[in-house]
């Protein structure tokens, strides 16, 4: 088991930058696969960011690729989400998410959302124009 608690979020004008931490307690954080995902309001939940348990190895939406990076603390139990040229199209509520990684290869990543077993409450993103 382990609880997810983003933080970071908030309002930035349309260009701007903001980082999205989420801190993880529990069991062994270099355990999991760790994703980013987002929720725009009327919207499926979507993929954005996702990085192994070694870290090595990353992978993004297309619509965030060379804006975003995903990166994580393991001696703080942390993952990050740096938001840069930040869009309107980018409003939403963001989700940090953990995927028992124990069974794949340390280099394995996953967008997709059915293999994440741990998730967040969320933190609010909201860009203005």
């Known amino acids: 088991q382990v609880q997810l608690v983003e933080s970071g979020g908030g309002l930035v004008h349309d260009g701007g930058s903001l980082r999205l931490s989420c801190a993880a307690s529990?069991?062994?954080?270099?355990?999991?696969?760790l994703g980013w995902f987002r929720q725009a309001p009327g919207a499926e939940r979507e993929f954005v960011a996702t990085?192994?348990?070694?870290?090595?190895?990353?992978y993004y939406s297309d619509s965030v690729k060379g804006r975003f990076t995903i990166s994580r603390d393991n001696a703080k139990s942390t993952v990050y989400l740096q938001m840069n040229s930040l869009k309107p199209d980018d409003t939403a509520v963001y989700y940090c998410?953990?995927?028992?990684?124990?069974?794949?290869?340390?280099?394995?990543?996953?967008?997709?959302?059915?293999?994440?077993?741990?998730w967040g409450q969320g933190t609010q993103v909201t860009v203005s124009s």
């Open positions: 990085i192994s348990r070694s870290g090595r190895n990353t």
């Open positions: 529990g069991r062994t954080f270099g355990s999991y696969t």
């Open positions: 998410a953990a995927d028992d990684g124990t069974r794949y290869t340390p280099d394995r990543v996953t967008d997709r959302r059915n293999n994440y077993d741990y």
